[in-house]
């Protein structure tokens, strides 16, 4: 099993920043992607970014530019960190984990004001 716990979220205002966090434990030298994923309110989940275990990127095309997903292997943490954000980056965020299986965290809550 794999175990993630995310954190960071929060209000802030449109063109503010926030870094979310995901730390993940349990048999987490068989992980190999981890990935980042929103969903608004009435809509559905989708990806955000992407990060394999060399350490390849990839994002949607809303957050290029603006998203930067990064991972502490030390840590075993994977972070998000957001700038310029606009009021339909609002969502709840999880962190997922690819191992054997694909695990997934509980999401934290990200609101971007007007």
């Known amino acids: 099993q794999v175990q993630l716990v995310e954190s960071g979220g929060g209000l802030v205002q449109a063109g503010g920043s926030l870094r979310l966090s995901c730390a993940a434990s349990g048999i987490i030298f068989s992980i190999n992607t981890m990935a980042w994923y929103r969903q608004a309110p009435g809509k559905q989940r989708e990806s955000v970014a992407s990060?394999?275990?060399?350490?390849?990127?990839n994002y949607a095309d809303s957050v290029k530019g603006r998203f930067t997903i990064s991972r502490d292997n030390a840590k075993n943490t994977v972070y998000l960190q957001m700038t310029s954000l606009k009021p339909e980056d609002t969502a709840d965020y999880y962190c997922?984990?690819?191992?054997?299986?694909?695990?997934w965290g509980q999401g934290t809550q990200v609101t971007v004001s007007s």
């Open positions: 997922k984990a690819t191992a054997y299986l694909d695990f």
């Open positions: 990060i394999t275990g060399r350490g390849t990127t």
